[in-house]
């Protein structure tokens, strides 16, 4: 894929990894569109760390091994992916780009790729469900109305979705700045597909200094869910639970004690709490805390093969990437999705490659020390 600015003078910039991605989507969407992606809350403190966090390691390659072939192969609560690197659940596909999520969830079946759907999604998961080719899971956010999150649990059982992503760290919606300067709100054309008409009321009419989306949170999401009625849906359901924006061993401990399957550690990209842990910081002790009761995942900041490495090998089974695969949508659609997901597969091949771990089973904490430190192994 190329910038679109190319004229015959001048020779197209390919794109050739997230960030040009994320310049070329810029150029194209409103800012208002941009800002939301793009952004986190509060001084977006956390947003930079939990990039950062990856720069704050060094690789120790072992020479002399026998490389030829490399293989990111993995299951993810029993389903065989093609490499350990899924789609992060995001809302409104549709604001990048109008095959929204079908683009996205081709893109990753293609790649072999774990999607997560969004309880907020702009296709219905039906829809997605129909498109997919790889495993799916469905992300939901409690509502306050329960019977619209258990419908939507028979709802993702029904259509083969394979676990449910319960996000907990957004009992409400954290002051997103750029969002409230810029007063957003979604367009007219675009809704939330899997939610009844009720939940669509006051999306769409917006003012500066406010954003609809944080209102709609404060309207619909129950902050009062706790530990206590996990056990309500666990009742709904057989599917596998995971619980997203885990970021402490005593709620992965929790978690793990209560039969959940798997546990993604995550700053929500940094839009929630600012100021919390970095993901990658986490890590460690909620792998240590889950011991192998559950799979734990980690998103936030991943950007390169190199990031996936330095993620599997504190632990994580698998990574999420979140804005570069709406990047890749808002250029290209499946393409420039799909061209993500396969930079970072071969990034990630080659990084296996010139660390001489050819296996995932290799890729162990030996790998990293910290930048600037000795030994730590
Ligand atoms: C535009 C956007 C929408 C998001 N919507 C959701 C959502 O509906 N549910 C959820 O659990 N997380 C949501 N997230 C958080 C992502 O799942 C993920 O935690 C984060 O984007 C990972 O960071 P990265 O974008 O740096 O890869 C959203 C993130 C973005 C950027
Ligand atoms: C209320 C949350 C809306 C989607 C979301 O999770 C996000 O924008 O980060």
Known sequence: MTAPTATPETRPEPLLNPRDYESAARARLDRSVFDYIAGGSGDELTLHEDRAAYDRYRLRPRALVDVSHCEPATTLLGAPVALPVGIAPMAYHQLVHPDGELATVRAAGAAGALTVTSTFASTSLEDVAAAATGPLWLQLYVLRRREVTASLVRRAEAAGYRALVITVDTPRMARRERDLRNGFRLPAHIRPANLDRDHEAGLHEGRAGDSTLAGHAA??????????????????????????????????????????????????????????????????EVVAAAGDRCEVLVDGGVRRGTDVLKALALGARAVLVGRPVLWGLAVDGEPGAAQVLSTLRAELEEAMALTGRPRLSDVTHDLLRPAGAGRTT
Do not use: C, M
């Open 219 to 284: 309207r619909h999401h129950d902050a009062a869910f706790t530990w206590n009625d996990l056990a309500w849906i666990r009742s709904l359901t057989d599917l596998p639970l995971v619980l997203k924006g885990v970021l402490t061993a005593e709620d992965a401990h929790r978690a793990a004690g209560l039969g959940v399957a798997g546990l993604i550690v995550s700053t929500h990209g940094g839009r929630q709490l600012d100021g919390v842990v970095p993901a990658l910081e986490a890590l460690p």
